[in-house]
C-alpha cells in the first residue's frame, strides 16, 4: 500500500510483479490505483512474463465500492478472462455487462425469409450437429446461404463478445462450424474480403486478425482493388506503430506474413522497420512476430542496405540520447544492443565494436 498522488512510475508495477513471481507458484496479485494508468503503463505487464497480476484502476473502483456489487463474482470472472484470453484488466464496466442477455442482432426483415429462419433456429438456437449441417448446406439454395455467410461475417465479432462475457461457446461454435463447411461464391467471397480487410479488420481487430478469417481471405487479397489494398496497408503501418502489447504483435504477423509478397514495396519497408526492431529483441523464437522477423532477415526479404539505413537512424537516436558525448563504455552498449544484425551486415562479431564506433563518427561528422 503507497499513497502516490499521480504519474505512478513504471518501476512500481515491476517491483509488484517482482513480489508475486517470488511467492508460491499459482499466486496471483492484484494492483489497484485509485488514478487511471495509461494503456502502456498496463501493456508492461504483457511483455514476455507470465500472468501473475491483475489490474483494477480508475474508473472500475467508483463501481465496485457500490453497495450492490458482487466483488467476489467479479475476481472470479476477471481470472478465467486471465487464463483464457491474457487479459490483465478487465474492466468492470464489462463485467457488469455480462449481466445483460447476449448482443448479437437477431436478422432483420431486409433478409428473406429461408435466410431469416436459418440463421434465428440454427446458429442462434443449440449447438448444431456439423454432419447434418454439412448435409443441408450441399442441398441448400446458393443465395440463401451466401445471405447467411454475409451475416455470420459481420455478426461475429458480437457472437465471440458475448462468448467471452457468459462463457457459454455455443453459438460461436455455431458460427465457427457454418464457416468452416460453407464456401461462398467467388463473386461473395470478393465482396467480403474488401469488407473483411478495409472496416471488420480497422474496427474489430482482435475477433478477426485471426483463424479461420486469415485463412479464408488471404487468396482473395490480390483480387482486391489497388485503393482497398491500398487503404489497408495504411491500417496496418498505423496500427503497428500504435501496438503496445505482444499479442497483438503476434496478430498483425499472422495477419501479414501469408500477404507479404503481395504488398507494396513503400509498406514493406516501413513494416521492416518494426521488424528490425523486434529481431534484435530477446523475444522468443516461438512466438509469431520474432519467427517471422527472423524469416525476414535470413531470407533477405529485408535488404542489407535497408538494415544498414534502420541502423544508422538507430546509431543516431542512441547518440543523441546521451547528448552527443559518447564514450568508449558507451559504444559497447550501443554495439551490444545491435548485435544481432552484424552477421546480415555481414560483420564479425569480433569487428562489431569497431564498426559501430566507425558509423557513429561518420554520422555524427555528417
Known sequence: MKWV??????????????????????TLGIFISRNELSENFIGALNKGRR???IVIHGEDLDMIFKRDFKFREYIAHVIKILSYDNVVHYPVSKFLETRIKPTTDAPTADINSDARQFITQQLLGSAIDK???AAELSLGDVDTFNIVYNYVLN???????????????????????????????????????????????????????????????????????????????????????????????NRITELLE?????????????????????????????FAQKSFANKLVASGDIKTNEISKWLDTKLIKAVQSYSGLVSEDTIRMIASTYSRVARPLNVELKDWIAFVSGRIKL???S
Open 131 to 133: 454432419d447434418r449441417l
Open 363 to 365: 554520422l555524427t561528422k
Open 5 to 26: 498522488k499521480s504519474d505512478l512510475a513504471a518501476s512500481e508495477l515491476y517491483a509488484f510483479i517482482g513480489k508475486i513471481e517470488n511467492k508460491f507458484h499459482g
Open 258 to 286: 501469408p500477404l507479404w509478397s503481395m504488398l507494396t514495396p513503400v509498406t514493406k519497408e516501413v513494416l521492416s522497420d518494426f521488424y528490425l526492431d523486434i529481431f534484435i529483441t530477446d523475444r522468443l523464437d516461438k
Open 51 to 53: 500472468q501473475s497480476v
Open 155 to 249: 455478426h461475429y465479432y458480437k457472437v465471440l463478445q458475448d462468448s467471452r462475457r457468459t462463457f457459454d461457446p455455443t453459438r460461436r461454435q455455431n458460427f465457427r462450424t457454418f464457416l468452416e463447411l460453407y464456401r461462398a461464391d467467388k463473386m461473395t467471397m470478393l465482396k467480403q474480403a474488401a469488407n473483411f480487410y478495409n472496416n471488420l479488420i480497422p474496427a474489430h481487430f482482435e475477433e478477426y486478425a485471426a483463424e479461420p478469417f486469415i485463412t479464408l481471405f488471404t487468396p482473395y487479397f490480390i483480387g482486391l482493388a489497388v485503393s482497398e489494398r491500398s487503404k489497408f496497408e495504411q491500417f496496418v503501418v498505423k496500427k503497428f506503430s500504435e501496438i503496445s502489447q505482444w499479442d497483438d504483435e
